[in-house]
Each structure stands twice: as C-alpha cells, then as structure tokens.
C-alpha cells in the first residue's frame, strides 16, 4: 500500500498516530475508507500540549537517522491522521523508509 508520495520539497509520509501506547513502536499499515495508506505509529506520550507529536517527530528522525529539523507535521497537527514533510536527501531517505515500511 502507498503510504508517501515524493515532492519537490521532500517526501510526505502519511502517518496514523496512536498516543497513550505501552511503547514507541511501528503498528503496521493502516487503509482508510477512502482508500489512502498510513503508517501507523504507536507512542507513549499523551495527545497533550504537542507531546505526542513531538515524540514522533522524535521517533522518526532516530528510525531514518536524520535530524529533527528536518521531520515537519504540515497537516493533522490535531488530528491522528498526520502529513509529515521529511526534508533531507530523498537518495538516503527513501531505502531507509522503505526498509522500516517493511518491517511491517
């Protein structure tokens, strides 16, 4: 399933977040009724003061060893159905998203 799509500004990786999780980890791939693929992804913060998105971007920047500064919610700040903008070198990005896609 399809679950980023590769821009001129980087890659938009569409994301299902779980907060209030046990642990940080993957949870698989999600389809939505209208057919669009998320990545779903468990953490252990609280839908609270940004603390569960900050922990994603956390995690997401340690999974595909890139900097924090270059993980960016540009839609679903309040929403689990997140758009996560990943800026940094598409060549080093995309084997190290499509390895951690299928860990699942």
């Not at 949870?27 to 839908?47: E, H, Y």
């Not at 900050?54 to 890139?66: K, P, T, V």
């Not at 500064?69 to 990005?93: C, F, M, P, Q, W």
């Amino acid at each position: 399933m399809h679950i980023f799509d590769e821009t001129s500004n980087g890659i938009i990786l569409r994301v299902r977040l779980t907060p209030n999780s046990s642990s940080c980890r993957l949870g698989g791939i999600f389809a939505a009724p209208n057919g669009d693929g998320f990545l779903k992804i468990c953490v252990v913060s609280v839908a609270e003061k940004g603390k569960a998105n900050r922990e994603l971007i956390n995690w997401l920047a340690q999974q595909l060893q890139i900097s924090k500064s270059d993980v960016h919610i540009i839609a679903g700040e309040l929403d689990r159905y997140k758009k996560i903008l990943i800026t940094a070198n598409k060549d080093l990005i995309l084997p190290r998203l499509t390895a951690l896609v299928e860990k699942e």
